[in-house]
């Protein structure tokens, strides 16, 4: 039996399992709960039910620092940066290759720990999660997409895009029958056993779109989406990740120097040497294009 | 090109996902499904590897047939001396000598299997280094989708046992096979004179053997890359 007094109203529950709102004065009370040593279930909580994700902010770095070391040289990559990304936001993170907006991807995305600072996913520092907690978050909150496809070269198109969800623990037949509604949603639906090999980079790339979708995610992270792609075929990629931005409010949050990304993205960052240049809003930079002509 | 019904279709269909939606799992049934696909899909890679255990396997069960089969024969001619011989009670002159040189002669062979097995476990070693190193990114990929790092050990465990198993059913079969038929053109009826049982026993010690050196082979690698942050897995090339 744990009590958990709620910061808001004082009201004390007294409980054996998990109070994550106030039952008096619908106070948020994860944060209590985290500090009680609940951490992996208050992750559970907080992730797996988007109905109590009111957090304005679903990423928040604070101070974030990367330093490589090569060999003697300490390269920093990244030089305290900080980004609030509103939840539905579509966002691009523009720069130089060698800004560090690579790095910084693979931070919010839980593919590297930071050198310093913090990153939290719906206020979750992702410091503190053990390997079970960054698989679980890798396979249901964040969708990634990158620069060069990454399929499993030796699954067709249905099977690349069902991995995740086996590892989610979903039933085979309902595996298949998402897969093919994935994969039909971005335009492959006569491509399903094809292997990588057999599709074009567009195509491929769309598959890689159908399994970032897998498991619902609310984030998707996109590495250089376009990088390896024609103008036109980039193009396509954008148009669909800004309709499923619309579509289903997921945020979207892509590293690219495709200028054709910035006509979508609600807000672009411009990182130069591993700190935030400045941030644009739809707003200015609708006024910007318009005077380039673009 | 989305069409909003279609959309929505999906983003409905988790919420009657209920209690799965707190796991992360890998069934055996599904990785043993992924890692066949690999080796079939990778047939040339897998033979390289394969060969290695094959041609170690080979040499282990083609040397312990040449041991049973002149066993075999040793044992056919001391049966046959006794009946000639019966009534002789001198022991052969030369007996101590030829005890000593047989002595001798399996101290050689196991010297050969010892060394064979060596360089071959480090031929699987290497090939099966070389399987893993160039996965890399398909190991990142795998963690980025949300795979634990036993789940990519899983794979690789289940693989390197079944192109153990086969590479040392081939080899075991070969070996055995060859050295058979040398000793049948050498001496005929020597398949009757052999101890049977006794050879299954070193055929299956051999296929063990062979799963063995594949596993660890594989094992340690695969864990290394396992272990490594899916930035750092995704970032080598190959």
Known sequence: ?294 | MIKGELAKRIYKSDTDWGQVQRQITLPWGQAARISYRNVTMRLGRAMITGAGIVLGIAFLTSVWTSKVAQEGITAYEARSATAISADETAIAPGAEEAKAEEQARAARQTWLVVMSLMVSAVGITNSMLMSVTERFREIGTMKCLGALDEFIVRLFLIESVVLGFIGSLVGALLGHGIMLLVYVAKQSGVAAMMDWGQMLVYILIALGIGIFLSLVAAVPPAMRAAQMPPAAALATEV
């Open chain 1, 1 to 294: 039996m744990a009590r958990i007094e709620c910061p808001e109203c004082g009201h004390v529950e007294e409980t054996t399992g998990l109070v994550t709102i106030c039952p008096n004065c619908k106070a948020d009370l994860r944060n209590v709960m985290a500090e009680m040593g609940h951490r992996r279930e208050t992750l559970r909580e907080v992730t797996g039910d988007d109905s109590m994700t009111t957090h304005e902010f679903i990423v928040r770095t604070k101070d974030l620092h990367k330093i490589y070391v090569m060999g003697e040289v300490e390269v920093p990559a990244l030089k305290g940066v900080e980004v609030n990304i509103r939840r539905g936001e579509y966002l691009s993170i523009m720069g130089p290759s060698g800004s560090g907006k690579s790095t910084l991807f693979n931070m919010v995305g839980g593919l590297d720990k930071p050198t310093k600072g913090t990153c939290f996913i719906e206020e979750v520092d992702m410091a503190q999660l053990d390997a079970f907690e960054l698989a679980w978050l890798r396979c249901r909150k964040i969708g990634y997409i990158f620069q060069t496809f990454n399929l499993i070269p030796v699954m067709t198109a249905l099977e690349n895009v069902t991995l995740p969800m086996i590892f989610a623990g979903m039933s085979s037949d309902e595996m298949m029958e998402r897969g093919a509604l994935l994969l039909d949603l971005v335009g492959l639906g006569d491509r399903l056993h094809h292997k990588p090999y057999e599709l074009s980079g567009g195509q491929q790339q769309r598959v890689a779109v159908a399994r970032s979708l897998a498991n619902n995610p609310a984030i998707i992270l996109a590495d250089e989406p376009t990088g390896n792609l024609d103008l036109q075929t980039g193009k396509e990629i954008i148009d669909l990740l800004k309709e499923l931005n619309e579509e289903s409010g997921v945020t979207v949050i892509s590293a690219t120097h495709d200028l054709k990304m910035i006509d979508v993205s609600d807000r672009v960052i411009h990182i130069r040497d591993g700190q935030i240049e400045r941030v644009e809003n739809r707003a200015d930079i609708d006024l910007e294009v318009g005077t380039l002509g673009v």
